[in-house]
């Protein structure tokens, strides 16, 4: 069908990576979206869905790799910030994610979550004085939020 008339197309290759992955064939949603990288080895989506994929496996190493490319490609995403931060701390690299997620809540600093996550690993660290910083932000953003009508946001 479309994929052997278009084999080379990424648009296809993804579109079929993520059909198979939502009908539950993720050996060869995985095949498709690596194929994707090799015509086009900064394609974000095939990138995060391969992050999304590996982490979900246990591949750390590779959720690593995958999400240190998707925050090289777009450092300004305080989402892939986050989920870097979350793998790099899972694999006990404390520096480099605590870098990761201070940059995130730097983009986006609504993130209530990416503050108590934060001071939890500065915490950790034995920077209490940060940690404590990060726990009054991601405190008042909840009272924030609760006080928000239903759908409101704080992003702009």
């Known amino acids: 069908g479309v994929l052997l008339s ?3 197309d990424v648009s296809v ?3 079929l990576a993520i059909s198979e992955f939502v009908t539950g064939e993720r050996a060869s949603a995985e095949r498709h979206w690596r194929a994707v ?10 990138l995060q869905s391969l992050a999304m994929l590996t982490r979900q496996t246990g591949n750390l190493t590779e ?3 995958r999400l240190a490319q998707l925050v090289q490609i777009n450092p300004w995403s305080a989402n892939y910030q986050a989920q870097y931060a979350q793998v790099c701390d899972t694999q006990g690299h404390t520096e480099a994610a605590i ?9 986006d600093p609504s993130r209530s979550f990416a ?11 034995g920077d209490h004085q940060r ?8 405190q008042r953003l909840r009272i924030i939020e609760s006080q928000s009508p239903p759908g409101a946001t704080l992003r702009r």
């Open 6 to 8: 278009n084999p080379n």
């Open 13 to 15: 290759l993804d579109a």
């Open 37 to 46: 990288l090799t015509r086009d080895s900064r394609n974000e989506t095939a």
């Open 63 to 65: 959720a690593g790799e």
């Open 99 to 107: 870098k990761a997620a201070l940059r995130g809540v730097e983009l």
């Open 115 to 125: 503050h108590d996550w934060l001071a939890s690993a500065l915490a950790r660290k």
């Open 131 to 138: 940690s404590q910083h990060h726990r009054r932000i991601a």
